[in-house]
């Protein structure tokens, strides 16, 4: 079977720092996967190679088999990314702002599932308010809104609870799981170890460039008895 994402020996310098240091993991279809790692560990940088935003120096990565550099669009397609940074065009209202997402992927007559992703993610109240006028939480959930817009089969999320209330929070991640129940494959970056542990069926750990850690959830919590995420976490962080 066609993993959902294949990096294989992915390589990034900028300037002489190594962002990414011959970085191979493979993440299955349907999966719910973490990609953990302290600030500067390489975690963005992967997600912007994979998305196409960044030109690694080498090694490969494909998105349900499309190679993201000589098949950039059929990956590009098969992908949503929420990212980090609040990105966003201050002169159309949320709806606006969903339809012109949709219309980058050839998709008309896309309301009722916009509709859809308004009320899970508690915007339907904003559909028509500019984005200028949106609070830094609510642009939060208009970038996953985004993300989601041409309704992917892989779905990257890097760190999309940071300033987001708890309320959100919650609704934000029934949402993924159940498009995760669906079929959707789902990768994670989040300072939240507990979000992790909660949601994640498989865990990478980077540090500096590289992988110190691939395993399940389950197996690498069994190497530490008694242990959360969190503690397994600053152990490998300081090993």
Same mark, same amino acid.
């Given at each position: ?20 240091? /011959?970085?191979? !993991? ?8 973490? $990609? ?5 560990? /390489?975690?963005?940088? $992967?997600?912007?190679? $994979? ?15 499309? +190679? ?29 702002? !969903? ?20 009320? @899970?993610? +508690? ?6 308010? @500019? ?11 208009? $970038? &996953?809104?985004?993300?989601? &817009? ?5 779905? &990257?999320? +890097? ?8 309320? !959100? ?24 170890? =507990?979000?992790? =542990? ?24 069994? =190497? ?6 969190? +503690? &397994? ?7």
């Amino acid at each position: 079977m066609t993993a959902a994402v294949s990096i294989t020996q992915v390589v990034k310098k900028f300037g002489p720092v190594e962002a990414l240091a /011959g970085v191979s !993991l493979d993440i299955a279809e349907g999966g719910f996967f973490g $990609l953990l790692g302290p600030n500067g560990a /390489g975690k963005t940088t $992967l997600i912007s190679a $994979l998305a196409g935003l960044v030109r690694a120096d080498s090694g490969t990565l494909k998105v349900m088999g499309h +190679d993201v550099v000589s098949d950039f669009r059929a990956a590009r397609r098969l992908l949503g990314v929420v990212p980090q940074e609040l990105v966003f065009d201050p002169f159309f209202n949320v709806r606006e702002t !969903l339809r012109i997402q949709s219309g980058y992927f050839g998709i008309r007559n896309n309301d009722d599932w916009i509709d859809e992703i308004l009320a @899970n993610l +508690d915007l339907t109240g904003k559909a028509e308010t @500019n984005m200028r006028r949106l609070s830094g939480g609510m642009k939060r959930r208009v $970038l &996953v809104a985004q993300a989601l &817009v041409h309704k992917p089969p892989v779905i &990257v999320l +890097d760190e999309p609870t940071a300033g987001v209330d708890v309320e !959100l929070r919650q609704g934000l991640w029934q949402f993924i799981r159940r498009l995760n129940g669906e079929g959707h494959t789902i990768v994670l970056t989040t300072h939240y170890l =507990e979000e992790a =542990e909660a949601l994640c069926q498989r865990i990478a750990l980077m540090k500096q460039g590289r992988i110190v850690a691939l395993d399940t959830t389950e197996r690498l919590l069994a =190497e530490h008895p008694g242990a959360s995420l969190e +503690d &397994v976490f600053i152990r490998t962080m300081r090993a």
